[in-house]
C-alpha cells in the first residue's frame, strides 16, 4: 500500500520516473548541480543540490510536493503538479514559476509568465536552455528532472553582493530616544563625537554585523548626553538614499527606549541595492550636513486605545513601522518577549483565550455514528450527511462514545450552534466491525471520513450476511447554554 501511495506521489510530480541522476545547470551567475541517488525520490531519499563543492541546497518530498530547502535548512519554496503543469511556489506559497510539458519538452516560465527556459531530451539525457535558445546544462537521465526554481532563485539573489543594515523598528513615546528625535524607520550612523559609526562594521552576516553594533550600542548606553546621528530616509524611498542625516538631542545614561534591526532588505531597501544603498548613505554622512531632529511631541490623548482585553499582552504608545511607514498610536505588546503584535497575533490570541472558554462536553449516540456538527444552524432535516450546514467531525466508538484525539471531551468550537448524527442500526457489533480484515488492514494515519466510509460499507455486509438489514437513523440537537452532555439518538 506504502509503496503504491508512493508511486502515485511521484508520477504526479514528474512526467517520467525519477531514478538516480546528476544534473549540471549554469544561469544568472551561478552554477549548481541536483543529484538524485539510490533509485527514486523518496521518503528520506532526498535530490541533493551543491555549487562549488558545498551542499547548497536540498529537495523533499512530502505529501504531493517537494519542497526546497537553502543549506541552513530553511524552506525556499516548493513545486507541485497542477492539471498538466508543475507550479513552483515560494517560501510564501506564492506562485514563483511553472514548467509545462511541449511536445517532447517541457517549458519554463517566471512567476510573472515569461518564457525562461525549456529541457528536451537527447539520447539517453536531457538538456536544459535558456530563453535565448542557449545550453545552460544537462542531466544524465531522460526523465526530464524539473530544474528547483525557488531554490535556483535564491541562490542568484543571495550571490548578489550585499550588506546589513540597521533600521530602528519602533520606539517607545515618553522615553529618551523619542524625546531626543529618533523616529521609527531611522538608520543608525553613529555618536558625535565617537569615531565609530556603522559604515566600520558592514557585514553582509547578519551574526557577525549584530554582534560588532550590539557590543557599540551597548557601549554607549551607559554614557549621558550622547547625541547619536541617524539617516532619515522619505517616505516612498526605494534603494535611492532621498533623505537627510539627522542629529538627535542629547540622551541621559541608561535605556533608550528604542529597537532595532539588522537585516539585508528592509522598508526602504532591498538586499539587491543594499551596498549602493550603504554607500549613498555614507557619502551624505561624510558631506557633514546634519540636521537637527525635531522631538517627538504627542497627546496620548489623541490616539484611542483599543478596548478589547488581549491575555497575555498590554499596549504602549509607540512609533512604529506600519507597512513601511512610521506611525504613532497604541500597539500591543506581548508580555513574555515584548514583541510588537500585529493584527494576526491579535486574532490569534483573542481565539485561542475564547477557545479556552468554550464548553467541553460528552456525545454518546449510537455504536459507530457519525457525528456532525454545525456554526450555521441549531436543527436541520433529513441525513447530516447531506446537509451543508453541518460538518461531519467523527465517529462514535464501539461503545457509542465520542472520542476527540483520544478524549472523551469535546471542545465546542466558537459559534457552535448543533450536532447531529447520522448511523447504520443493527444486531452488528462494533467488536465485529473493528475485527474485519478490511478495517485492521486500514494505515493507523487513514482519514476519518475514510474509515467511516468503511466500517460503514463492513457493518452493511456483516448484516446481509447475518441476514438482516441495517436500519438507518439519524437526528438534531441544538447546543444549550450550560449543557455539557449530549446523547444523539
Known amino acids: 500500500m506504502k509503496k503504491i501511495l508512493l508511486s502515485l506521489a511521484l508520477i504526479l510530480l514528474f512526467a517520467s520516473p525519477s531514478l538516480a541522476w546528476t544534473m549540471n545547470i549554469k544561469t544568472g551567475g551561478i552554477s549548481y548541480q541536483g543529484e538524485l541517488r539510490g533509485g527514486e525520490l523518496s521518503y528520506g531519499n532526498d535530490i541533493t543540490y551543491t555549487s562549488g563543492g558545498k551542499r547548497v541546497g536540498s529537495g523533499s518530498l512530502l505529501g504531493n510536493e517537494i ?17 498538466n503543469d508543475w507550479q513552483f511556489r515560494d517560501t510564501a506559497g506564492r506562485p514563483a514559476g511553472s514548467a509545462s510539458p511541449l511536445g517532447n519538452g517541457i517549458t519554463y516560465r517566471d512567476a510573472k509568465g515569461t518564457i525562461i527556459g525549456e529541457s528536451f531530451p537527447f539520447g539517453s539525457g536531457t538538456g536544459y536552455k535558456n530563453s535565448r535558445g542557449e545550453i545552460i546544462g544537462e542531466a544524465d537521465t531522460a526523465s526530464m528532472p524539473l530544474r528547483p526554481l525557488p531554490l535556483e532563485n535564491w541562490l542568484i539573489e543571495a ?19 523619542a524625546a531626543a528625535g529618533l523616529r521609527a524607520g531611522d538608520f543608525l550612523i553613529g555618536w558625535e563625537g565617537s569615531d565609530w559609526t556603522v559604515f566600520d562594521a558592514l557585514s553582509a552576516d547578519h551574526k557577525i554585523m549584530n554582534a560588532r553594533v550590539g557590543a557599540e550600542v551597548q557601549k554607549m548606553r551607559d554614557l549621558p548626553d550622547r547625541i547619536m546621528l541617524v539617516y532619515r530616509p522619505v517616505q516612498g524611498e526605494n534603494g535611492m538614499a532621498k533623505g537627510k542625516i539627522m542629529r538627535l538631542r542629547p540622551m541621559p545614561a ?108 460528552t456525545i454518546t449516540s449510537y455504536p459507530g455514528a457519525k457525528i456532525f456538527i454545525s456554526t450555521r444552524a441549531s436543527r436541520g432535516e433529513g441525513d447530516p450527511v447531506l446537509n451543508s450546514a453541518f460538518k461531519f467531525i467523527g465517529q462514535a466508538d464501539e461503545k457509542g462514545v465520542f472520542r476527540w484525539s483520544g478524549s ?58 447475518s441476514g438482516g438489514k441495517p436500519e438507518t437513523k439519524y437526528g438534531y440537537a441544538p447546543i444549550e447554554e450550560g449543557r455539557t452532555a449530549y446523547m444523539l439518538k
Open 67 to 83: 519542497v526546497f530547502r537553502n543549506a541552513s535548512g530553511q524552506t525556499v519554496g516548493s513545486v507541485s503538479r497542477l492539471g
Open 159 to 177: 550571490a548578489i553582493p550585499s550588506v546589513c543594515l540597521t533600521f530602528v523598528t519602533d520606539t517607545l513615546l515618553g522615553k529618551p530616544a
Open 254 to 361: 541608561g535605556i533608550k527606549g528604542y529597537r532595532y534591526m539588522i537585516a539585508d532588505s528592509g522598508p526602504t531597501f532591498l538586499r539587491r541595492n543594499s551596498v549602493n544603498y550603504s554607500e549613498q548613505i555614507k557619502k551624505l554622512y561624510l558631506n557633514g550636513s546634519f540636521e537637527q531632529a525635531p522631538a517627538l511631541n504627542f497627546d496620548p490623548s489623541a490616539y484611542k486605545k483599543d478596548a478589547r482585553t488581549v491575555p497575555g499582552a498590554h499596549q504602549e504608545l509607540r512609533d512604529c513601522l506600519v507597512n513601511g511607514v512610521p506611525t504613532m498610536g497604541w500597539f500591543w505588546v506581548r508580555d513574555k518577549d515584548g514583541a510588537i503584535m500585529n493584527s494576526r497575533d491579535i486574532s490569534a490570541a483573542l481565539e485561542r483565550a475564547a477557545m479556552a472558554r468554550q464548553p467541553r462536553v
Open 408 to 465: 472523551e471531551i469535546y471542545v465546542l468550537p466558537l459559534g457552535a450552534k448543533g450536532l447531529a448524527f447520522s448511523a447504520e442500526v443493527s444486531d452488528v457489533t462494533m467488536e465485529q466491525i473493528e475485527s474485519h480484515p478490511m478495517i485492521m488492514s486500514l494505515p493507523p494515519n487513514t482519514h476519518p471520513s475514510v474509515r467511516s466510509a468503511m466500517i460503514a460499507q463492513v457493518r452493511s455486509m456483516l448484516a446481509v450476511a
